[in-house]
């Protein structure tokens, strides 16, 4: 049932947004050069690496200087990357990677293997499911930047205070992963996005 559901939202997404994906192209093609997708590998379900796509946000080579970006004093982001953050126009393209099987619409956000390295045996049961593009997680900490930017040492609270509050957070949709969490996450980030 919730791999149909993928498929419905992948592919109605898709069609429907064609045009603000043309134009959110457009936009990064004569921003700042360089390329108009970011792919990154990424862990997904029973821990196999999978190429992630999202709109780049940032300044090229940026990913060398650290994999945490932290609000709007992180000098790596572009402009247009701040507008496309801020209303996760940024993640569209990870609908593709829906389509393709590697991710869901829900599920929990995908990581980069260097945190997924740090995992207990307890927290690695996320990768039991499909990542994906939205979760309880992400409408929690829905300004993860902003926290992450008011703190001297980013990583640090990410490694010992978020990432573990995101991952038990994560349990309450593994542990049910129905229908109508589905839709009730759905909700939960349409409401996150307006608020």
Not at 24 to 32: A, G, K, Q, V, Y
Not at 71 to 85: A, F, N, Q, S, Y
Not at 121 to 127: I, M, N, S, T
Request: no cysteine.
């Amino acid at each position: 049932m919730l791999r149909f559901l993928d498929l419905f939202f992948s592919i109605l997404g898709l069609l429907v947004l064609l045009p603000v994906f043309i134009l959110i192209s457009l936009i990064l093609l004569f921003d700042s050069g360089g390329g108009i997708f970011f792919i990154q590998s990424r862990v997904g379900k029973d821990n196999k690496d999978f190429r992630m796509i999202k709109f780049r946000t940032m300044r090229q080579h940026a990913e060398q200087s650290g994999s945490l970006t932290v609000g709007k004093g992180d000098p790596r982001i572009t402009p247009v990357g701040r507008i496309l953050r801020k209303t996760k126009l940024d993640e569209l393209p990870q609908l593709i990677n829906v389509l393709k099987g590697e991710m869901s619409v829900v599920g929990p956000r995908p990581e980069v293997r260097k945190y997924v390295d740090l995992y207990t045996a307890e927290q690695r049961k996320v990768l039991s499911v499909r990542p994906g593009i939205t979760d309880y997680a992400s409408i929690e900490y829905f300004n993860e930047n902003e926290l992450l930017a008011g703190t001297e040492d980013p990583e640090k609270l990410y490694i010992e205070k978020i990432m573990p509050e995101k991952l038990e957070l994560n349990r309450k949709f593994i542990g049910e992963p129905t229908a109508g969490q589905y839709f009730r996450i759905l909700l939960g980030t349409i409401r996150a996005l307006f608020r």
